[in-house]
């Protein structure tokens, strides 16, 4: 992309200048205007998506609850019922207890919100021959992982500075928490990025290409288990109900966010929604197959790069549209995951803090440890997986490194390690 | 046994940080009502805890001694505001004994009918209420949706849905509207086989059981020393239910019918094969058996109203004419205790020969509940206050009154 | 056991402990001198004939006709009576105990009357006490925690005594 704008301004300066003036592809220039347009894109995708996701859960748990949830504004669903409690939310006031650190209070709605917002720069939504992703890292499972485990520092803030006993418990349980879930959270990521051999997620998704049986769900009985661990894990890093201990508020009042209000409130609240359907598109892509849909519609109608409709050097018409259909299956799949927390925050009561790190120390952590030990053995004796391969799926089924790097299109400055994959 | 902060085998408590004064109410989403804890934490561990009550108190014996026993009716109805039905009967029955008055046949099952609604009622905002505090916001609306049934029934039969005035000195108001006993039959129908989901959503979750199972053990002594009553001292295994043990007066509107006292006897619950089993987990006397009784005891109203409707059927007579406004009680002091949801519930009044009574007395079952709390929660996690608190299931009007 | 039986028993174990009784009550009741109340709740908690382990209710009741025109027929002197009922679980029996006391200490007003308190013998009493010392007002001696329970710490006056008078003012709030 940030050739395409220095290529823009290329043509510019050449057409001013007559010919005298020229910008080099890999000028600053197009590298700026690239990562203004994807904070745009992505800031978008963080807020709508919680536009959605706070509709979405307001209608299941009507569902569940044997009522309608909204209904009026916007017309038949009430879909724009989240857009008009956030126009109220915006003309709230808002209020800061006169106690508070001033400072610390204000920014920490922020810091959540940039923790949540910085994790989708990692996040594929596509993957080769075009990754659709802001920045294609080559670490970018631990890069997600690790930034999500930054939202809790704003928590953390805004329960020290609101000067209320309240908060002080929440964020304290949310730094407990948090912590201690990070580490079977990290161990259970690493088992697809061990089969896959690679961090970057366009390539973890990539090697699951062609029948749904070459998910990593299905690649051994480890596997298998790791992924509910992980959804398990998933939950109680974001602060979902059950582990929504943070919020607690028949114990807390409200826990780290009593006393916030109006806007700033409601940051809290994308963050919340916005890791956790980062965390259901990293489940997604570890071990759903990503962007693959069940069957591999796009690679019968022979859709991928070197398809039809294929001119020049650039992705052909039918990447783009593979890349479309990839995006709305991992959107889907992210929004299940999403959707069955929601149904488990409906439904459970919430742990204690003792059995929320209870669960964690005493039993996801060992469980993920065996199961990576597990997938590991499993990967080394029996590569191929017992699961059923189809011939379609030669790609996945070979080694990744043995299979050659397939070409990646850049799409930033920030050059990709390819000899690390 | 739980941890508490006095068991030396856990070294985690000698590690004790500054220990830190924590209000929770009276503004506080599960303290219901506005109920004010003082919790001394030491971290998450709460070493003590002390009820402030007093907050919704609105003078209802001064209020009472100007008021003739009829014109009272209405403000029994505001102190357990859940179960206002059973506050009516318990005064009723109070004056009642005084004037030792013989209710008709007929207003007698009328009574049983509306007091084991009450009580259903009761229990199910109890149950929801129990739901919310241990985090579960749907079981809530799914017992204020068969409650609302009830109420749609009361409001029938006396045109409200939350402070009825309907059994009064004497009988009722009026007698039930024709055809409101199939009405109560269908819901019987309905509401009965939904129980068995509610016992899929709480009783036998997991989580709950966690939650509840072993938290606030209270030994059937401690009950008696502090006068806890109905579904919290039957949680801790004391057979003991006013409705069988009760005095005559009272125990006479319930004879001729057939009902369980919901206790454990020899490990074992009335007919207890056809509700889940007692986790292992569960200690008798913990906020799980306290829960668990209660939700047996609505099985038991849907009997008893079950045979109240058909015993009222065969029945003749008058339901019972209210007593005139302004009748002369007799020169003396009656006291009675009534089952109502919470326990029991007294009423007293001393009469001095005139209209209005020398001074009236509502002896609350959540008030004594609700002093064994200090006792429960010592030592206890912050999250298990509100469990504890919960399953006594206190109501602030009948407390502070 | 009958309330004459359980009245003969005390007086026989506590000699001039009960000094008045009404049988032909709808509740009879027994009264206690206050001097050896506390005496006689022991004895009715821990005798095993008796065994009186639960304390239902105690109620302070103010005697005090405060309209001059009917003060000549009252048929009382003024006088506060705090009222125990009691029960037994084990032999389902049930008795009523009245203690009889001055309205205000030896007649100094203002100095509320005193009684032993049996929050030692049944935890029930604890709150309750500080209700009817609330209420009511009287002083129960030995009571680990006599505080106003439903008003106000701050609050003057015990309501529900029959001279009582809501106060014009309290903390900027108008009384009447």
């Keep these: ?421 | 046994m739980p941890a508490t902060i006095d068991d030396p085998r856990i070294i985690e408590f000698d590690v004790r940080t500054e220990e830190m004064l924590v209000n929770m109410g009276p503004q506080h989403p599960s303290t219901h009502g506005v109920l004010r804890l003082v919790l001394r934490t030491d971290g998450e561990i709460v070493s003590e805890v002390t009820p402030h009550i007093g907050y919704l108190h609105r003078c209802a014996e001064k209020i009472g001694e100007n008021l003739t026993p009829r014109q009272w009716i209405p403000y029994t109805d505001r102190m357990d505001y859940l179960a206002g039905m059973n506050m009516n009967l318990g005064w009723s029955l109070c004056v009642e004994k005084l004037l030792k008055y013989e209710l008709p046949e007929r207003g007698r099952h009328l009574r049983v009918i509306i007091a084991e609604l009450g009580r259903m009622a009761s229990h199910l905002v109890g149950m929801g209420a129990y739901g919310l505090d241990l985090g579960t916001f749907s079981p809530f609306l799914y017992a204020f949706r068969e409650r609302e049934r009830i109420l749609d029934l009361f409001e029938e039969a006396c045109g409200a849905r939350l402070t009825y005035s309907y059994l009064t000195v004497g009988g009722a108001t009026a007698d039930l509207p024709h055809g409101w006993t199939d009405k109560c039959l269908a819901f019987l129908d309905q509401f009965e086989p939904v129980i068995a989901e509610y016992h899929t959503l709480l009783t036998t979750n997991a989580i709950f059981v966690k939650r509840t199972a072993k938290i606030g053990i209270l030994s059937p002594e401690m009950a008696i020393d502090y006068g806890c009553s109905g579904p919290v001292t039957r949680g801790s295994g004391i057979d003991f239910d006013l409705r069988r043990d009760g005095e005559p007066i009272y125990t006479s509107m319930y004879e001729g019918y057939q009902f369980e006292v919901i206790c454990e006897r020899n490990g074992h619950y009335p007919n207890d094969h056809a509700y889940p089993a007692v986790p292992r987990e569960a200690v008798l006397g913990d906020c799980w058996h306290r829960f668990y009784v209660r939700m047996l005891e609505v099985v038991q109203s849907i009997g008893l109203i079950r045979q109240a409707i058909e015993n009222y059927h065969r029945s003749s007579g008058s339901h019972g004419e209210p007593i005139k406004l302004n009748q002369k009680l007799p020169k003396g002091e009656a006291y009675l205790e009534t089952e109502a949801p919470r326990g029991q519930m007294g009423f007293g009044i001393v009469s001095r020969g005139e209209a209005i009574p020398w001074r009236v007395r509502a002896r609350s079952s959540s008030f004594s509940n609700l002093a064994v709390c200090p006792e429960l929660c010592r030592g206890c996690l912050i999250a298990d206050v509100p469990a504890v608190v919960g399953s006594l299931d206190v109501v602030m009007g009948e407390i502070d009154r | 056991m009958n309330a004459e039986q359980m009245s003969g028993l005390i007086a026989e174990r506590i000699p001039g402990a009960v000094t008045g009784q009404n049988f032909e009550n709808v509740d009879p009741w027994l009264e206690i001198s206050p001097v050896q109340f506390h005496k006689v709740c022991e004895f009715l908690r821990d005798d095993p004939r008796l065994a009186m382990n639960y304390l239902h209710c105690i109620s302070g009741v103010d005697y005090l006709e405060v309209d001059p025109k009917k003060i000549a027929k009252a048929g009382f002197e003024p006088h506060l009576e705090v009222v125990y009922h009691l029960s037994s679980l084990e032999h389902r029996h049930r008795l009523v105990l009245k203690v009889f006391l001055q309205r205000w200490q030896d007649d100094r007003r203002g100095e509320i009357p005193e009684l032993d308190s049996v929050a030692d013998l049944w935890s029930t009493a604890d709150w309750h006490e500080r209700e009817v010392y609330d209420l009511c007002g009287v002083r129960f001696t030995g009571h680990p925690n006599l505080r106003r329970i439903l008003c106000p710490e701050d609050w003057e006056g015990h309501p529900l005594r029959k001279d009582y008078e809501m106060p014009l003012e309290y903390h900027g709030i108008r009384g009447r």
């Design chain 1, 1 to 421: 992309m940030a050739e395409f704008f220095n290529y823009l301004l290329d043509c510019g300066a050449y057409a001013l200048s007559g010919g005298r003036w020229s910008v080099a592809p890999d000028n600053l220039f197009g590298v700026v205007v690239t990562a203004l347009v994807q904070v745009i894109i992505l800031l978008h995708v963080i807020a709508v998506g919680a536009l959605i996701f706070i509709w979405l859960e307001r209608k299941v748990a009507g569902r569940i609850q044997d009522r309608l949830g909204p209904t009026r504004v916007g017309g038949k669903f009430g879909w724009l019922q989240t857009l008009a409690d956030g126009i109220k939310l915006i003309t709230k006031e808002d209020l800061m207890p006169a106690g508070a650190d001033g400072f610390l209070f204000k920014a920490a709605p922020y810091v959540s919100m940039a923790a949540a917002l910085a994790a989708y720069f990692a996040l594929p939504f596509a993957g080769s021959p075009l990754p659709f992703v802001a920045q294609q890292l080559n670490v970018a499972a631990f890069f997600i992982v690790a930034v999500l485990g930054l939202e809790v520092f704003g928590v953390i803030l805004a329960g020290y500075s609101s000067a209320s006993k309240w908060a002080l418990f929440g964020s304290m349980r949310e730094a407990a928490q948090v912590v201690s879930y990070e580490v079977p959270l990290g161990l259970c990521a690493v088992v697809p990025v061990m089969l896959a051999g690679s961090m970057d997620l366009v390539v973890v998704g990539d090697t699951q290409r062609g029948l749904f049986t070459n998910w990593y769900l299905f690649h051994d009985p480890f596997t298998f288990v790791v992924f509910w661990v992980y959804f398990t894990c998933g939950t109680a890093s974001v602060n979902r109900a059950p582990f929504d201990l943070a919020e607690a508020e028949s114990e807390l009042v409200a826990g780290f966010h009593t006393e916030y209000s109006g806007l700033r409130w409601s940051f809290f609240f994308m963050a919340e929604y916005g890791s956790m359907f980062t965390v259901s598109m990293l489940a997604a892509i570890l071990f759903l197959g990503g962007w693959h849909g069940p069957l591999p519609v796009t690679e019968w109608l022979g859709m991928q790069a070197d398809g039809w409709l294929e001119y020049s050097t650039s992705p052909g018409i039918a990447a783009y549209l593979c890349n479309l259909i990839g995006m709305t299956n991992v959107v889907l799949k992210a929004g299940l995951l999403v959707t069955v927390m929601m149904w488990a925050r409906w439904t459970l009561p919430r742990l204690r803090i003792d059995q929320v790190m209870t669960t964690c120390l005493k039993y996801c952590t060992p469980i993920a440890a065996v199961m990576f030990v597990g997938a590991a053995v499993w990967q080394a004796a029996l590569p191929r997986g017992l699961m059923l391969r189809t011939p379609l799926a030669n790609i996945a089924a070979s080694e990744p490194w043995q299979r050659g790097a397939e070409p990646v299109v850049q799409t930033s400055g920030i050059a990709v390690d390819k000899e690390a994959r």
